[in-house]
């Protein structure tokens, strides 16, 4: 059983952890990851310390795995933040006219979302023209940060049969995918799903509701 001092070591590791997680902007995401990368690191080091070395292998078990642990949680969180910042740099244009929406998910996930009547005519999965110019930078970002994996997403609203909203939808988070991997995004770092009108954003009773829930999404990872 752990005793007092590494309870102790591991409570002071979780203080110092959330205070770093107190990140007050949009892209102050890297003191975010550090301090939880130091909470899971102080936690497994202290455990693997104690059962080597007792209190003293807990302690130096705890301060390495912290620090460990929150290089690696900074390390991310600040590779997420740059990549970030020149999505919203480069796709500044197609933000202001609400063809793109960028957000930050769990500190380490970007998603970008589309909307399907930009990127696509009336129950058809092959891209628009017009929207390769926003696909053009999107990859050009992936191929630039290596160290991120994409999964695209693709929704429907709820007219039509479920079974075959379903398909297309797949159909056109596929489309999405292969257009990325012509500009250069290998395969083994691109993944796709189809939800079809399962998980809409807004209520589909509306044609403004409808039109939210046909969507494509963009989860841009770390690998």
Same mark, same amino acid.
Do not use: W
């Given at each position: ?17 959330? =205070? ?13 990851? $550090? ?10 080091? #202290? ?15 705890? &301060?390495?795995?912290? #620090? ?14 740059? %990549?970030?910042?020149? +999505? ?7 933000? #202001?006219?609400?063809?793109? /929406? ?28 017009? +929207? *390769? =110019? ?40 596929? $489309?999405?995918?292969? *257009? ?7 395969? =083994?770092? &691109? =993944? ?9 954003? $807004?209520?589909? %009773? ?10 494509? /999404? ?6």
């Amino acid at each position: 059983m752990i005793n007092r001092s590494v309870i102790l070591t591991l409570v002071v590791a979780m203080l110092v952890g959330l =205070s770093g997680c107190a990140a007050n902007t949009t892209h102050d995401q890297t003191k975010k990851g $550090a301090g939880i990368g130091a909470i899971l690191g102080a936690a497994s080091g #202290a455990i693997i310390g104690y059962q080597s070395d007792k209190e003293s292998g807990a302690l130096r078990g705890a &301060l390495i795995g912290g #620090a460990a642990g929150g290089a690696l949680g900074a390390g991310v969180g600040a590779y997420m933040d740059k %990549q970030q910042t020149e +999505f919203e740099q480069q796709l500044a244009n197609e933000q #202001a006219q609400n063809q793109i /929406e960028i957000e930050r998910q769990q500190n380490e996930i970007l998603k970008l979302t589309m909307s399907s009547e930009v990127g696509f005519d009336f129950d058809s999965a092959t891209v628009k023209p017009s +929207f *390769y =110019s926003s696909l053009n930078k999107i990859a050009d970002i992936m191929n630039r940060y290596p160290q991120t994996d994409i999964i695209v997403v693709g929704h429907t609203d709820s007219i039509g049969n479920p079974d075959y909203n379903l398909r297309l939808s797949l159909r056109r988070a596929n $489309a999405v995918a292969d *257009y990325l991997m012509d500009q250069g995004v290998a395969r =083994s770092r &691109l =993944s796709t799903e189809g939800r079809g009108q399962l998980e809409p954003m $807004a209520s589909n %009773q509306t044609a403004a509701g409808r039109e939210q829930n046909r969507r494509v /999404e963009i989860y841009v990872v770390p690998n």
